[in-house]
Every structure is written in structure tokens, then in C-alpha cells.
């Protein structure tokens, strides 16, 4: 393609953060004045660079529509800021050929206090729409939002799907040349993320050009044509939607903290009760095979007791990525040694999660260990971090992020239970 | 279709990084101008929502502060004003040149914190937020300045020809205390200790600005220091067009007008200098 085809040609993008460092962990014990300034004055000289990009050219033709994907921190939404304008580059150049449109979140400068008709003429106005526009729009906008009656009441008082449905009705309306769209789908029911997917889609097809960064990877299928990769501030792939993001899981499987081992008993995690040697994640098959919603799987641990005769129990916090516990599990009631006095030694525990529970995403277990029913010996946040992917068969067409923080496989049951009635009705 | 032509386009805009000290883009802000209307009758709106009184306020407290001040003043100090003057119509008019520029800072200093969610989630020039406060400040200004005519009557005072100097007075004050006011904003992304600390030399600047009182009183060791004050020449510019009181001879006007305009643009170069880090750190 020509360059007279350019929506936005980013070139060697890097951006670079000032980061302090905490101070020691004993030090931030001591909430008193001088404390506070010696750790003031001791982190001013710790202080350090972190570049999220890190040289990061794409070009980005009109009428395409590209997703950009990546984990948690690999640079997505620094990305966005900056060819949004709301931050600067601290390096390279980015060229843009249109009127630029980015919803980074719905709703930005809606405020409480005013009404719904007040809101819409400043949440447009703040989202780069003119005066005269959003007044020559305002009907279509109520008309979609379907809040008529509530125009003139603060929105306040709106319960929180109807404050979304308005402000998804402004953003709706927005007409840039190029829409930058950042993980909007996340929010609200599934029923405005159908809207939301329909409204991109038809953007998409009247060829103007989008630029959408979403964790949901069916969703990005399902709209994008090329995806961008992102890795620790880079592009690591681009082009073709479905290689890229085909890529992109196998890899993001096997850089989760899925298999963690210590060797060395004296400087394991822990300490002179308990140490952890192995945290892992596996599924019964092949040893690099993915976990998808349908694949069961088994958090596994070993760790050495050290004190003699303690009785302990394992406790798991898994979280998903919103940082929601989906679920607290412990190994009361395991049937071999639950309940009994742990002699030192090294044991391995193993939970196994049914296929059909967990809904697609990342997930993190934080791992306890607890002495004697009550007492917390061990713990750590981040013991394993795992993707469970989708499996396309599971979800009858919905593309959708799927809703819920679990997503359990339930048994369903439909009988006729009176099959006269449809007939007589029918006759 | 597009034509063939191979003719490269150019961009609308290019992104990179700044460097040094950047220009005001005045272009730029006059096509944002529909954001700043919006962003000021947001504020004007938002401040007497769910009041009794409402936008009665706007003249009870340029009232009640007069009020206060001659009470304090004129009733407790037993101050004269110069030249026979009421002490409430000193007070008053005083206060009417004090709240623009005391309105413009404690406004424009906070506007950037206050707006945090905007910064971080939208792109617009961020001049906005500082520029929009500057219509509730002269709305406050033009209603308290309704009360005015009234005191000339009640005290038969009659302003003469000066009073055309009047929006020159205002237009100062209010360059002085938006620069300030944007000074204190950048700063105050950073560290928010600005805040007590505007809140503090804001409680004591009017003692020493001639709000209340004529600084000719003040002991003669002072008075060197008092000479700096840029704000005092213009309240009494605005006493002079108000309600026809002559120059105390204490203030140096034309320092005040320097010192007025430099402020201003100190306080935009400061504020451009920081702007590209807000989003970053605030």
C-alpha cells in the first residue's frame, strides 16, 4: 500500500516512567514524621527507569481494523496514551492522518451532580465532539440511549446500567476518522458488549479505522483483520489476526509462572518451619498442552515441613485478572493427611480442578500454608499464574468476552411438561 | 476511491516528544474553544447545586465579607479609610478587586488535581482546565459589582471619568492570579503540598494587599516591604475608578502592571513545561 494509505505510522515509540523503589519492609513499620522523610529522602536517590515501550514502529493504513494484544504490562495501554496524546513519547515520532477518536473508558467527565442532557453535551464535548454536533446528534443519542425520561435528573440517581447505556450512547455518536478503543468491552452486562462489538463492527465496515486493545482474544477475532503483539514494550508479531493471536497463546501459556522449583532447601521461599520446593500447573496430556475452559487441571506443590509434628493444610486464593477470588479451597478433609501431625520431610499436595469450572482468563493462586488449623506459616501472592484459553466449541456463538468470574459447567434439563397445550393453541 | 496519486499526504498531526520550553498552541486552543464553554458552565452549574439559596450566594458573600472586614477594621482596630471613605465601601470595593484575583488562584490552582480522571483518560489542551475558571470568577465579579451602584447612592459618592479604567484593574488582577493560580496547578501534580500552602498565604496576603485597611498606616519599618506587593496598586486603581479615591502614594503602579503581565506569562511557561509530565504523575 502507499503511504497516501497511512491512518497512523508510529516509529520507534519508546516511553520510560520514573519508578521510586519501596523502601526495606521493617523501615515502613515506622509511621512517624522523621521516618517519613528519611524514606522521602533515601527513595528520591532510588529511583528508577522503566520503559513500557521500548521502540515500537507500526503502521496503521486507513479502513484497517487492528487489535493489540498482550499481557498484563506489556506496554498496551502505554500505547494507546500516547497515540491517544495523553501522554508524551519520550522517543520516536508517531504521524497521524485523521481525526483520532479514542474511548480509553466510557464515560470520561460524566459527572454526578448533573443531568443526563447536561452530561451529554460534556461527556461529548470532552470526547473532542463540537457544539453544534452533538446538538445536531442529541436526538439519536437519547433515542439510543433510551433514557428519555430521565434527561433532566442527575445522573446520580441512574442506576449504573442506564449511566452506561448514556454514555455509550455519546461515545457511540463520536465520528473520528480513526477510533482507539481500550478494553471497553470489559465493562457492563453482556448485553451492552454485544452493542459495544456491534457499534466497532459497523465503524469498522464503513472504513474507517480502528485500533483496539483487548485481553479478550475472541473478541479480537472476531472484529480485527491484523493484530499487534506486544511484549515487554515491543512489537514481538504483527499481520495476520488468527496467526498472531494463535502465537500469542501458545507462548502466553509457557511464560505463566507454571512451573516453579526451588532445589535448595536453605534458600527456598519460607522459612525455618516451612519452605515451598515446586509450585505447578498441569493438565493430563502432553507436557506443553494448553489449558482451555474443557481441560481439568491440578495446582501441584511441594514443600518441606520443618517443624516436627505440626498439623498443616494448604490454602489456595485464586484470583482472575480483575484481582476478583474467584475461590478460597483448602485441603480440610484431604483423605490421607488432613488433621494429622506432619513429621519434617518433604510432601507433595495436588488439587485438581474439574474441567468446566474456570471461565477463560488469567488467573493467580496465592498459596497459604497453615499450622494447626489457625496459624498462618507460609504464604505467597503469586505462586502460580496461569491462562485458561478458549475453547471455541464451549461458546454457541457468542463472541463476546463470556460474563462471570467462573464459568461452571452445570448440568441442564428440558422436558415437556405439558405438550398439550402448544398443539390446542396451534390448532 | 482514493486517487492513485502516489503524492504523499501529510499527517494532520505529528506526535514527539518536546523538548525545552513549548509555545502556547493558540490555534489549537480556538479549536478546543467549545470544551473550555462547556468546561466552565459545568463549574458554574456544579457550585450551587442542591444550595437553598442558590445563586444568591454570589451576592451574600461579597456582602458579608465586606461585612466582616469593617467590622473587624473600622469597629474593632477603629482603622480609618483614607479620604472619609466608608470603611464598608473601602472594604467592599476592596474585596471585589481581591476575589478576582484570590478567586482565580484557590480555582485554577486546584483545576488539574481536581480533574484527575480527564487528564489520564482524554487528550485535550490541558490550558483548558485553568482558562474554563475564569468565567465563575467574573460572574462572581459582575454580580458583586451590582451592589456598587447602590453604595454610591447611599453614601453619595459620584465616580468620575476613571471608572473606563475599570476592566484594565480587573484584566491585571485576574493575569496576576492566573499566573499564580497555573504556577501553583503544575506544581501541585507533584506535590500536593501547594494546597495548604496557597490556602495559608492566601488566609494572610489581604493584611498586607490593602483589602481591608490603607496601608499609609502601617509602621514606616514595613513599608519598604509592602512596596513590593503588586496587588496593591491595582485595588487601589480599582478604588480609583470605583468610587473616585485618589493613589495613596504607597504602590507603585506601573510596577504593578509589570509585575501583573510577567507573572502571567511565568506562570504559562511554567505550566508548559510541566504539561507533558501531568498525566504521568498525576
Not at chain 1, 491440578?298 to 484481582?323: A, I, M
Not at chain 2, 471619568?161 to 499566573?179: H, I, Q
Request: aromatic share 10%; net charge neutral; charged share 20%.
Amino acid at each position: 500500500m502507499s503511504s497516501s494509505d497511512l491512518a497512523i505510522s508510529v516509529r520507534g515509540v519508546a516511553k520510560s516512567y520514573m519508578i521510586a523503589h519501596e523502601a526495606n519492609k521493617e523501615e515502613s513499620n515506622d509511621f512517624s514524621f522523621t521516618a517519613a522523610v528519611r524514606k522521602r529522602a533515601r527513595s528520591g536517590g532510588k529511583r528508577e527507569e522503566f520503559w513500557a515501550l521500548q521502540g515500537v514502529s507500526m503502521d496503521v493504513y486507513r479502513g484497517d481494523v487492528v487489535g493489540i494484544i498482550g499481557r498484563n504490562g506489556a506496554g498496551k495501554s502505554t500505547l494507546l496514551k500516547v497515540l491517544s496524546r495523553i501522554t508524551e513519547p519520550t522517543r520516536g515520532e508517531i504521524d497521524v492522518y485523521g481525526r483520532v477518536g479514542s474511548l480509553l473508558e466510557v464515560g470520561t467527565g460524566m459527572h454526578p451532580e448533573l443531568t443526563g442532557r447536561e452530561n451529554i453535551f460534556l461527556n461529548g464535548a470532552i470526547l473532542g465532539m463540537r457544539k453544534s454536533e452533538i446538538r445536531s446528534k442529541f436526538d439519536e443519542i437519547v433515542d439510543f440511549s433510551g433514557i428519555e425520561r430521565f434527561l433532566d435528573t442527575p445522573v446520580k440517581r441512574y442506576s449504573s446500567g442506564m449511566y452506561v447505556r448514556l454514555a455509550f450512547a455519546v461515545a457511540a455518536h463520536l465520528n473520528p476518522e480513526i477510533l482507539i478503543v481500550d478494553e471497553v468491552l470489559a465493562v457492563g452486562d453482556s448485553e451492552f458488549q454485544k452493542k459495544c462489538l456491534g457499534k466497532m463492527q459497523d465503524v469498522a465496515s464503513h472504513g474507517r479505522t480502528v485500533l483496539f486493545v483487548s485481553h479478550n482474544l475472541t473478541a479480537v477475532q472476531g472484529l480485527c483483520k491484523s493484530a499487534v503483539w506486544l511484549a515487554k514494550g515491543k512489537v514481538k508479531e504483527a499481520g495476520d489476526v488468527g496467526r498472531v493471536c494463535n502465537n500469542y497463546l501458545n507462548e502466553a501459556y509457557s511464560e505463566s509462572a507454571v512451573d516453579r522449583s526451588w532445589d535448595d532447601m536453605e534458600t527456598a521461599p519460607g522459612d525455618a518451619s516451612f519452605r515451598l520446593a515446586r509450585a505447578r500447573v498441569s493438565v493430563n496430556g502432553p507436557e506443553n498442552d494448553v489449558i482451555s475452559v474443557s481441560t481439568p487441571l491440578y495446582l501441584e506443590f511441594e514443600y518441606w515441613n520443618l517443624q516436627p509434628d505440626t498439623v498443616l493444610n494448604l490454602s489456595l486464593h485464586v484470583y482472575n485478572e480483575t484481582g476478583v477470588m474467584a475461590f478460597n479451597t483448602t485441603s480440610v478433609g484431604e483423605p490421607n493427611w488432613d488433621g494429622r501431625a506432619f513429621p519434617c520431610g518433604k510432601y507433595r499436595t495436588v488439587c485438581e480442578i474439574p474441567a468446566g469450572l474456570l471461565n477463560d482468563g488469567t488467573y493467580r493462586v496465592e498459596l497459604l500454608a497453615v499450622k494447626d488449623r489457625g496459624t498462618v506459616v507460609f504464604m505467597m501472592e503469586d505462586s502460580l499464574l496461569f491462562e485458561v484459553v478458549e475453547d471455541p466449541s464451549t461458546r454457541a456463538g457468542w463472541m463476546g468476552k463470556w460474563p462471570g468470574v467462573l464459568r461452571p459447567n452445570l448440568s441442564w434439563c428440558t422436558t415437556v411438561s405439558d405438550g398439550a397445550i402448544t398443539t390446542v393453541r396451534q390448532a | 476511491m482514493e486517487t492513485s496519486s502516489t503524492a504523499t499526504r501529510a499527517p494532520l498531526y505529528t506526535i514527539r516528544p518536546s523538548t525545552g520550553w513549548s509555545a502556547v498552541n493558540l490555534k489549537e486552543l480556538l479549536q478546543y474553544r467549545d470544551l473550555l464553554f462547556v468546561f466552565a458552565s459545568r463549574d458554574v452549574k456544579l457550585r450551587y447545586r442542591q444550595t437553598l439559596l442558590g445563586p444568591v450566594w454570589i451576592l451574600l458573600q461579597p456582602l458579608m465579607g465586606a461585612g466582616v472586614l469593617s467590622f473587624v477594621f473600622g469597629g474593632i482596630a477603629k482603622l480609618k479609610a483614607p479620604g472619609h471613605m466608608p470603611i464598608f465601601v473601602y472594604s467592599f470595593t476592596g474585596m471585589l478587586g481581591w476575589n478576582v484575583f484570590s478567586g482565580l488562584i484557590s480555582k485554577v490552582s486546584v483545576s488539574l488535581v481536581g480533574n484527575t480522571h480527564l487528564i489520564s483518560k482524554v487528550y485535550f489542551p490541558r490550558l483548558l482546565l485553568p482558562f474554563s475558571t475564569i468565567f465563575g470568577v467574573l460572574i462572581d465579579f459582575t454580580a458583586a459589582l451590582l451592589i456598587v451602584p447602590f453604595l454610591l447612592v447611599a453614601f453619595h459618592i459620584t465616580p468620575g471619568l476613571p471608572l473606563l479604567m475599570l476592566p484594565v484593574w480587573v484584566f491585571l488582577l485576574a493575569l496576576m492570579g492566573m499566573g499564580i493560580g497555573l504556577c501553583a496547578s503544575a506544581v501541585m501534580v507533584l506535590y500536593r503540598d501547594v494546597s495548604p500552602m496557597v490556602s495559608v498565604v492566601m488566609g494572610f496576603l489581604p493584611y498586607i494587599s490593602a483589602v481591608g485597611f490603607d496601608l499609609t498606616q502601617v509602621r514606616p519599618e514595613f513599608k519598604h516591604i509592602v512596596v513590593y506587593n503588586p496587588i496593591i496598586g491595582l485595588l487601589e486603581g480599582m478604588r480609583w475608578s470605583l468610587v473616585n479615591l485618589p493613589f495613596s502614594g504607597s504602590a507603585n503602579l506601573a510596577y504593578s502592571v509589570v509585575a501583573s503581565v510577567a507573572i502571567f506569562f511565568l506562570g504559562i511557561m511554567a505550566f508548559k513545561r510541566m504539561e507533558r509530565i501531568f498525566a504521568d504523575v498525576i
